[in-house]
């Protein structure tokens, strides 16, 4: 039976003593530490909703994103038990993060970082100094021969991509990977299915059977990517998948890369389920296992504070912020969603009802509406929460709006500004 303290104390441990306290529980036991681990994480994240609340906004500039490194240390914790338990590596998707003042505490945790393309691959070279595996859809000559330079793994998602810079990468020593279409998903948004009909992401089978054989021995290993902010009943479906089109294939290969999308920091994902299918994959085929989560990393670790600047009258009540849904969090007009603003509830549930809009020209750039125990004034501070994924790094200065100031919240409670923006930036970029 496990007791309360080692529970509390596990992250604590050192490798060794993690292993063999794991090598030591029975299946029930560890059943019972992957629910208590997840309760500690969700009570720390019910805890700073409190502080969250009672920061010292007066003092912060707005927009501004906020991102706590207490949170992602708690994120990171989860990442690392999958590792304790599966032996997999985990990668960090700067597509969906890439703020560099928060690697060094993230590094501690995972092993490395998966890059979209020169910059992303340069970045996780320079900043994450661990890992790099690199993946686009196509790569450009004149930067391929850089991306060669900041990677540790690149996957191709072509033969002719393959046959173009497979063996120059693999004389500089990296390893060689070919993303393939697993065939199936269960995401419903054609905007982010990578296994549609008309995807680009991935050799699809066909392809794939007709070619390998004269490739083969480029190859280290396969990556796809299904998942989208999903669990892993999802996963288990998509390997069932997978294996049912290229299992033979999988034998002899050194890694198989699981992609991202798997949302294992969540309250409720089946961390369980994730391990067993881990497990079972590396006995079955002998391969390293990789995952590549971006959310994961900082979901709900991070904030936007923005400022109500008017308040203006139509059918509804209109709060005109200083943040943008246009330009600062995009994904609330692309995916679409509805950000959750701290102290808010849905439409009419409070006493007070308002339209939260930014200030730009677009007459759409509105982030929803909220109701509220009190009326809003100009000059309140508004926070919105789980900012940090997709948002820093999809922004743009549409309108010539400057872009939100990036602060981070220490696990001492300091609030430091790591990065401000103004009219160069804006200047910069357009010149």
Not at 41 to 69: G, H, Q
Not at 160 to 167: F, H, I, K, M, S
Not at 398 to 418: A, E, H, Q, W, Y
């Amino acid at each position: 039976m496990l007791e309360g303290d080692t529970i509390e104390k596990y992250h604590l441990l050192p490798d060794k003593k993690r292993k063999r306290l794991l090598a030591n529980l029975d299946e029930n036991d560890l059943i019972s530490l992957t629910g208590a681990l997840q309760d500690l994480k969700k009570e720390v994240f019910k805890r700073k909703e409190d502080v969250f609340l009672n920061l010292p906004y007066d003092e912060i500039p707005t927009p501004a994103y906020l991102i706590d490194e207490t949170l992602i240390e708690e994120n990171m914790k989860l990442l690392k038990y999958v590792k304790d338990r599966t032996g997999c590596k985990i990668l960090h998707a700067l597509k969906a993060y890439a703020t560099s003042a928060t690697f060094p505490l993230m590094r501690r945790y995972l092993d490395g970082v998966c890059a979209s393309g020169l910059n992303e691959a340069r970045l996780g070279f320079e900043k994450f100094k661990k890992e790099v595996h690199t993946f686009a859809a196509a790569y450009r000559e004149d930067e391929i021969k850089g991306v060669i330079k900041y990677s540790d793994t690149i996957i191709f998602n072509s033969f002719y991509q393959l046959e173009r810079y497979g063996r120059w990468a693999k004389e500089e020593g990296l390893s060689i990977g070919l993303r393939v279409n697993p065939g199936y998903s269960e995401v419903e948004n054609p905007m982010y299915n990578p296994c549609g009909n008309t995807s680009r992401l991935g050799i699809i089978h066909t392809v794939f059977d007709s070619h390998y054989e004269s490739y083969s021995h480029l190859v280290d290993g396969l990556h796809f990517h299904a998942l989208c902010q999903q669990n892993s009943d999802v996963l288990e479906r998509v390997l069932d998948a997978f294996e049912g089109l290229f299992g033979k294939y999988l034998r002899g290969l050194k890694w198989i890369n699981f992609g991202g999308g798997h949302h294992i920091t969540r309250d409720g994902y089946d961390i369980e389920r994730l391990i067993g299918l881990i497990n079972r994959f590396k006995k079955k085929y002998g391969v390293t296992i990789y995952l590549e989560p971006g959310e994961a990393s900082v979901l709900n670790a991070g904030v936007l504070v923005s400022t109500v600047l008017d308040i203006v009258k139509n059918k509804e009540e209109i709060a005109i912020i200083d943040a943008s849904a246009e330009a600062h969090m995009p994904d609330v007009l692309l995916m679409p969603y509805r950000p959750h603003i701290i102290g808010s509830d849905m439409p009419y549930v409070k006493k007070y009802t308002y339209v939260i809009g930014g200030p730009s020209c677009l007459a759409g750039d509105t982030v929803g509406t909220y109701s509220f125990d009190r009326p809003l004034k100009i000059g309140d501070r508004v926070v919105f929460t789980d900012m940090a994924l997709y948002s820093i790094v999809k922004n743009t200065t549409f309108n010539g709006i400057n872009l939100p100031s990036i602060l981070v919240l220490g696990k001492d409670g300091s609030i430091r500004v790591t990065k401000k923006f103004g009219y160069k930036d804006y200047k910069n970029r357009l010149s």
